[in-house]
């Protein structure tokens, strides 16, 4: 079956240290996603990527940063730099241009320690 | 401002009642629109998508109002098995590299229907 995985379910993360949060897809989606989700807040586009070794910043970039170096590939690292890690992180892959919505990973419920 | 406005709830109802969402969009250049449901620390998962028309899946009903940038969904007879987040989602166009879009998304309405 086609979907999307995310690893680890949980991670925690002490201060300082640089983590990555994986997701890959077998969906053959073009376009890929890392949003954040903070309690009471809405999801927050972190970065997108439309096609291979091309990607953007989202709204709340700085940070983290990204890769694509792989069509089914987009892994998110969240550096030191990142104050407030604490959150859940879903990553999304749609058809190019997401007319028709995402479909999403199951998430990193990312715990700083 | 926020671009996806909802009220967040909770509504609690008991099972077989109709209950009704709102959300209210700011950017008039969206271009689609979809409710999805979102179960306690689980993904979102998508539950419709909102035609100019108005469109309808069993017990759900979505429907749009361009015009007053005003997106509404129905749940009739409702289920335990209703409880949920929804979340009001809005595409918007970007402007890199052609046909790009992204989603944004309403904070969510928390749904508790009661036996």
């Known amino acids: 079956d086609g979907g999307i995985t995310q690893s680890p379910k949980y991670l925690f993360r002490k201060e300082g240290q640089n983590v990555t949060l994986s997701c890959e897809q077998n969906?053959?989606?073009?376009?890929m996603y890392w949003y954040r989700q903070d309690p009471g807040q809405g999801l927050r586009l972190i970065y997108y990527s439309q096609i291979v070794n091309d990607f953007q910043k989202g709204d709340i970039a700085e940070g983290y940063s990204v890769s694509r170096e792989k069509k089914e590939s987009f892994p998110l690292t969240v550096t030191s730099a990142q104050k407030n890690p604490t959150a859940f992180y879903l990553c999304a892959s749609s058809v190019q241009g997401s007319r028709y919505g995402y479909t999403f990973g199951s998430g990193t419920r990312l715990t700083v320690v | 401002r926020k671009e996806v406005e909802q009220d967040p709830g909770p509504f609690n109802v008991p099972e077989g009642a109709t209950v009704a969402f709102n959300c209210t969009y700011s950017n008039s250049a969206s271009q689609s629109f979809f409710w999805y449901r979102q179960d306690c620390r689980k993904e979102p998962k998508l539950l419709m998508s909102v035609y100019s028309s108005g469109n309808e899946d069993g017990r759900f009903t979505a429907q749009l109002n361009r015009a007053s940038q005003y997106i509404s969904l129905l749940i009739r007879d409702s289920k335990l098995s209703d409880s949920a987040t929804y979340l009001c989602v809005v595409n918007i166009y970007l402007s890199y590299g052609g046909a790009t879009n992204k989603l944004i998304f309403g904070t969510g309405t928390l749904l508790a229907v009661q036996p």
């Open positions: 969906l053959n989606h073009d376009a």
